[in-house]
């Protein structure tokens, strides 16, 4: 089955600086990419989504890169703010497995002002 | 639209306790999933149905969970009997058809069992 790697697990930065967020996936049948914002005591909420025939996505201050060669994807977000702060994951849907997302083990952002 | 229902939000009860938790999705969506969160394992799929039909329940930890999907706007999910290890955020999502396409999140249900 599908293996989602997420890292780091935390990240701290500066407001105004730029985060990143790297995941790796296993299966190359993998076809659709979802990043998930949690802030605390919520929900999980999609902020952005790629698919395997798209290499990059933008979404105002939040972007995302596909790289199907090397199977894996990221999270860009520039000029953070403190309203930023969240874990943030990242997940994976394969064909093989007909509506199972597999997810990343989340990334703790931490905007420092 | 209301977005994913679930109740109760908080539950809190004693080892050996039959526990139900309730979802209803969206209405139109045809797809409904089981989430269970933890600090160790994150975000793990228990179960997800689709069309009212469990797909794949490879997700549930053992005998003593289980789900039911009775109509396209309920769904229950019932751990008997509990135990202190069971302890976690439970989510429930849908979507409109399970391929490729956005969940949207219940706010979930904190379980403590004592």
């Known amino acids: 089955g599908e293996n989602v790697e997420q890292h780091p697990s935390t990240l701290s930065v500066q407001e105004g600086d730029s985060a990143v967020i790297k995941c790796t996936y296993s299966?190359?049948?993998?076809?659709?990419f979802p990043w998930y914002k949690q802030e605390l005591g919520k929900r999980p909420q999609l902020i952005i989504d790629?698919?395997?025939?798209?290499g990059e996505k933008k979404d105002q201050r939040i972007a995302v890169t596909l790289n199907k060669t090397a199977k894996h994807f990221s999270l860009h977000i520039t000029e953070t703010q403190p309203e930023d702060s969240a874990v943030y994951f990242c997940?994976?849907?394969?064909?093989?497995?007909?509506?199972?997302?597999?997810f990343g083990a989340g990334t703790q952002v931490v905007v420092t002002p | 639209d209301a977005g994913v229902i679930q109740s109760p939000r908080h539950e809190v009860t004693e080892m050996g306790q039959e526990v139900t938790l309730r979802c209803k999705p969206i209405?139109?969506?045809?797809?409904l999933f089981w989430y269970r969160q933890t600090m160790m394992r994150g975000l793990e799929l228990l179960i997800y149905?689709?069309?009212?039909?469990?797909?794949?329940d490879s997700g549930m930890p053992e005998d003593r969970f289980s789900a039911k999907m009775p109509n396209a706007s309920f769904s229950t999910l019932k751990i008997q009997p509990s135990e202190p290890r069971d302890s976690a955020v439970y989510f429930c999502?849908?979507?409109?058809?399970?391929?490729?396409?956005?969940?949207?999140f219940g706010s979930g249900t904190q379980l403590s069992v004592l």
């Open positions: 299966d190359s049948a993998s076809n659709y």
């Open positions: 209405s139109g969506h045809n797809s």
């Open positions: 997940a994976a849907h394969s064909t093989d497995s007909w509506g199972k997302l597999q």
């Open positions: 999502a849908s979507s409109l058809s399970g391929r490729e396409e956005k969940l949207f």
């Open positions: 790629i698919r395997s025939n798209v």
């Open positions: 149905f689709n069309n009212n039909v469990p797909i794949d």
